[in-house]
C-alpha cells in the first residue's frame, strides 16, 4: 500500500512539472515505454535486467527533472 501511494504522488507531482513546461506528451511515451521494457524483464525473468531498467528510467527521469528545473542558458 505504501509503495502505491509513493508511485501516485511521484506520478502526480512529475504531470504537475511536465503541464508547467508544456511537456506531457513525450514524457509520458517515454515513461511508458520504459515501464514496458522493465515489465518485460520481470515477466522473462531477468531481475538484473529489470533493475538495470528500473534503475535507468529513475536516471532518466531525474535528469529529465533536472533540465525541467534548471534549464541551461544556450
Do not use: C, W
Not at 502505491?4 to 515505454?33: C, F, K, N, P
Request: hydrophobic letters at 40%; zero cysteines; charged letters at 30%.
Amino acid at each position: 500500500a505504501r509503495l502505491r501511494h509513493e508511485s501516485d504522488r511521484y506520478r502526480d507531482r512529475m504531470q504537475a512539472i511536465r503541464e508547467g513546461v508544456g511537456d506531457t506528451q513525450r514524457g509520458q511515451l517515454r515513461a511508458v515505454e520504459q515501464h514496458i521494457e522493465i515489465i518485460n524483464a520481470l515477466i522473462e525473468g531477468k531481475a538484473q535486467l529489470a533493475g538495470q531498467a528500473m534503475a535507468n528510467h529513475i536516471d532518466t527521469t531525474a535528469a529529465g527533472v533536472e533540465r525541467i528545473l534548471f534549464p541551461q542558458d544556450g
